[in-house]
């Protein structure tokens, strides 16, 4: 079994297959990688970038090349010693379209379809219109626009005998003993006894068979039964009636996807109507829907686990406790890392009781965040964002925004359905059957507002401490925001949403319907948090967008080197194989993009004053008809980007480069815009605010009006330039040699200056890379010529090398936070790993754009550092210490000068023998 020292994550889809990644396995080999950890390769929606939207969990998907594929990329991984990671999505399926057969099963034969308990279904509505029926809202206009419009239309599939609506895409099976409404208008005796026997399934006992027999006789008699069509479509009322007749019949009801927020009856990721959720708690949805996963386990395809979306569920530790008993039933006490797709919270820990190995490491990337940022940068950067945006300062005050906008919105059907199932709850006690759902609603709208938190874990013995604090703070939140009125429903929320034991309960209604409630409410916090934060508060926010990412624990402008150390301990101590992740498929912002941009928290002065000038500058530059676009925010966040992502030598008179760079970012304004909803968004475009935000970024990087402008964005780039690197390769270092597993993101070898999807998931120049790899020139030459990316190459094969080296010292090393003394001791961050007799020092600047002062490379100058030094323990006091990325020699006496650590490179490896 290959030790897991390195993963390195691939995004598959028909551009870029299983054989494609096949043939880079001998470039990762090389690199340091020991395991390819690829995005979801069961079949998904046609198409499909990403492999989230499953449609078929039994087979491997044939656009990335089939099992043959897979098989053959195994072969490979296993020629070089490397092993496969796979992420699986568990939460959800792609539904609506026409190629997911459990959902279309679900639409035809509703509560009886064998697959209706698989979908996370509410049948039994509180909207009486909805009693029994299943809301598909797909339409991409109002029910009776879509119909009028033919949009809507009654399909005859010949070869199947087989009724369905179609709306573009979306295929809407007809109950088979509804052909019955059809087949009566014909003047054909046969079809209309063959519409008798359909109308009389429903009450047929092996009905399903029945069907599959009359379908084939449908079949053979089709070309009678196309000039019935007639009758239901057209623009006349009549056919329209006698469509809408035969909808009504359904299983389901269907709707404009403007409905989904208010009435939707099932659950679906997130707020996405084409991703709807499954009810992974039962055993037969598990193993069906994992069954492809186990076979590639149990065939020794897979080494390790990638859990998207964890919080799903309506049980995580449940779900991975079955997965981890499955997985030793399979492979015995082997080991298989399982690895979790969690967003941690400030002071949030993954749970310990659960059977995993850590999460995928987003909460690494806000440590180091964390870290790079000056403190001293935060206030006049907030003033600045605030008198240029009029929003507020405080990230919080965003999210509380956000988190209303989101619970009256596109998730205000789930708030509803949570309040419904309190209100049964209050129903079945006498002593609280007199609260009202108005006041239910506002209560627990306030706790969803004030959460802290993605959500909470409570099960039938109640909360863990840790949620146990969660929750008090939602509650004091909901305290402060709620009319007294509605404050002595906060104990009873208390109590029904995990505060009280369900065991103390006697089975029966009363705990059901606690449970159920519970369950609805701990799945809905998730959404709610994701949508609110990363899909809305991240994209309004512009104090800093280095600090806003995903997984980031954004209310925080910077945190100290201690609190850094404190963090790696816990990781060591906690989940030693936690992943550490520094870019994602998921990354608002590339990783060396964030590191470019936290150098202003080091020159917040300088940079108000130019943004100031540039307010002027941008005046030509906006529309005649609409001056207002974009707003001040508008133009604060977009400067922010231009200079984060500005391609390292793109010179502000290239117009090739500029017009290539422009339509990334237009992407990205796109997304900008709508994801912030408040001047234009998804539900509602506004068109001529968009192209008004279009047309300034267009005339600011393209036209001869911006060159003043763009002049002076590209100066601004040139000098935070060699401190972002520097930044970088700490940031580098630093996910290599704390404790976890280092996780690369494709490409990322380079700098990655990359913005939002799809800009981040970019193809990747693999022969680039493996060029870079094969020069002979020494590690001086790539820092000389360090715009290129090759030295942050060169730090990672030569880090992973080591790693590999002395594997024990990574993955089982202890991790020892090293005081530094001198004028510059806050400015390094120090620290040892030590694992028997083997020592390795780690030292690398922080916060170092004031010692780089004019100067154009990445690294700090000898004497800048002075006398500042690191001190080493007592019993390592008589040690040697050798450089191991640059050439060092001293001994230890009582700690090692970081002027002479650091004189060839900015960063450095030292080890220390007896």
């Known amino acids: 079994m290959t030790e897991l020292r390195a993963t390195l994550r691939l995004q598959l889809h028909k551009g870029f297959t299983l054989r494609d990644a096949a043939a880079q396995v001998p470039y990762l080999a090389q690199l340091g990688i020991s395991h390819l950890y690829a995005s979801p390769i069961l079949t998904a929606r046609p198409g499909s970038q990403h492999g989230y939207d499953v449609i078929d969990p039994s087979r491997i998907n044939p656009e990335l090349g089939g099992e043959e594929a897979l098989v053959q990329l195994v072969e490979t991984l296993r020629a070089h010693d490397m092993g496969l990671i796979l992420d699986i999505v568990p939460n959800h399926m792609a539904v609506g379209g026409d190629g997911n057969p459990w959902w279309l099963d679900v639409l035809e034969w509703g509560q009886e379809s064998p697959y209706a308990a698989f979908f ?19 339409l991409r206009s109002d029910y009776g626009e879509a119909l009028r ?64 027999q009359l379908c084939a006789e449908l079949a053979a008699q089709a070309h009678k039964v196309v000039p019935l069509l007639g009758s239901f479509q057209g623009r006349d009322e009549a056919a329209q009636k006698r469509l809408h007749a035969l909808l009504e019949r359904q299983h389901y009801r269907v709707a404009s996807w403007r409905t989904a927020a208010d009435d939707i009856n099932w659950r679906r990721f ?26 590639l386990i149990e065939r ?17 530790r449940a779900y991975c406790s079955r997965l981890r008993r499955r997985v030793r039933q399979l492979r015995g006490d082997a080991p298989f890392p399982i690895f979790v797709e969690k967003i941690l919270g400030a002071g949030e820990h993954l749970p310990q009781e659960w059977p995993v190995d850590g999460s995928t490491g987003y909460e690494f990337m806000n440590q180091v965040s964390l870290l790079q940022h000056d ?52 129903r079945h006690d006498i002593a609280t059957r007199d609260l009202t759902l108005g006041a239910i609603r506002r209560t627990l709208r306030e706790l969803i507002v004030h959460f802290p938190v993605y959500r909470t874990y409570a099960q039938t013995c109640g909360r863990s401490q840790q949620d146990r604090r969660f929750f008090q703070q939602a509650l004091d939140g909901a ?80 945190a100290s080197v201690e609190r850094f150390h404190q963090a790696c301990r816990e990781r060591s101590a906690q989940h030693p194989l936690n992943l550490l992740a520094t870019a994602t498929h998921d990354h608002k912002r590339g990783e060396d993009c964030r590191a470019r941009l936290a150098v202003l928290s080091e020159r917040a002065a300088w940079y108000a004053e130019r943004v100031r000038h540039w307010h002027q500058l941008a005046q030509p530059l906006r529309s005649s008809h609409l001056q207002q676009a974009p707003d001040g925010g508008e133009e604060a966040i977009l400067y922010q980007a231009l200079i984060g992502s500005w391609p390292l030598g793109l010179q502000a008179d290239d117009g090739v480069g500029l017009e290539a ?36 970024l267009r005339r600011l990087l393209c036209e001869p009006a911006g060159l003043a402008l763009r002049t002076e964005l590209a100066g601004t780039v040139a000098a935070i330039a060699p401190a972002g690197v520097l930044n970088s390769l700490v940031q580098c270092l630093l996910r290599m040699t704390t404790p976890g597993v280092p996780d690369l993101y494709q490409g990322c070898e380079f700098w990655d200056f990359s913005l939002v999807d799809p800009d981040n998931r970019r193809p990747v120049d693999f022969p680039a890379r493996q060029a870079a790899l094969q020069t002979g020139d020494s590690a001086a030459d790539k820092l000389a010529s360090w715009q290129d990316g090759r030295i942050k190459q060169w730090l990672i094969q030569q880090v992973l090398a080591l ?31 030590r694992h028997g007799d083997e020592h390795v020092l780690v030292i690398a600047p922080r916060l170092a754009a004031g010692l780089l002062a004019e100067h154009d490379q990445p690294h700090v100058p000898a004497p800048r550092w002075a006398d500042t030094t690191v001190l080493l323990p007592g019993e390592l006091h008589d040690f040697h210490v050798t450089g191991l990325l640059a050439p060092c020699r001293l001994a230890a006496h009582q700690g090692v000068p970081v002027a002479a650590a650091l004189a060839e490179l900015p960063i450095n490896l030292l080890r220390l023998t007896s």
Not at 392 to 406: H, K, N, W
């Open 300 to 316: 020794g395809l897979i080494d390790g686990l990638r859990i998207d979306h964890v919080d799903g569920l309506a049980n995580p």
């Open 149 to 212: 419009d033919g949009t809507l239309e009654l399909v005859f599939d010949a070869e199947r005998g087989r009724f369905h609506a179609q709306h573009f895409e979306h295929r809407l099976p007809l109950t088979p003993p509804s052909y019955a409404n059809i087949l009566r208008s014909s003047e054909d005796a046969a079809l209309r006894e063959l519409g008798q026997r359909f109308a009389r399934l429903g009450r047929a006992g092996d009905s399903r068979t029945q069907a599959e």
């Open 375 to 426: 403190p001293h940068g935060e206030l006049p950067l907030s003033e600045l964002w605030q008198a240029q945006s009029g929003r507020p300062g405080a990230f919080q005050e965003e999210i509380l925004q956000a988190r209303r906008l989101v619970l009256e919105g596109s998730l205000a059907g789930d708030l509803e359905e949570v309040a419904q199932r309190l209100l049964h709850v209050a």
């Open 270 to 295: 997130f707020d996405i109507n084409e991703l709807g959720a499954l009810r992974v708690e039962h055993r037969q949805v598990f193993e069906q829907t994992h069954a492809k996963v186990f076979e």
């Open 803 to 833: 790693r590999a080296a002395h594997p024990l010292l990574f993955s089982q090393g202890d991790y020892q936070p090293l005081p530094v003394t001198g004028p510059h001791a806050a400015q390094v961050v120090a620290f040892l790993r």
């Open 479 to 558: 305290r402060q925001t709620l009319a007294e009125a509605d404050w002595p429903l906060l104990p009873h929320l208390d109590d029904w949403l995990g505060g009280a034991f369900l065991r103390a309960l006697p089975p029966g209604r009363a705990r059901r319907l606690r449970a159920l409630a519970l369950t609805r409410f701990q799945q809905l916090t998730s959404p709610v948090a994701a949508k609110a934060v990363e899909d809305t508060a991240l994209y309004r926010a512009g104090v800093l967008l280095s600090r806003y990412d995903v997984g980031f624990d954004a209310e925080h402008f910077s």
């Open 661 to 696: 760079y422009l339509q990334r970012l237009l992407d990205w304004q796109r997304k900008a815009l709508r994801e912030a909803k408040l001047n234009s968004a998804w539900s509602a475009p506004n068109e001529a605010h968009e192209a008004a935000c279009a047309d300034f």
């Open 120 to 138: 996370d279904i509410q049948w039994q509505s509180h909207d009486p219109l909805l009693s029994g029926q299943l809301l598909v809202p797909f």
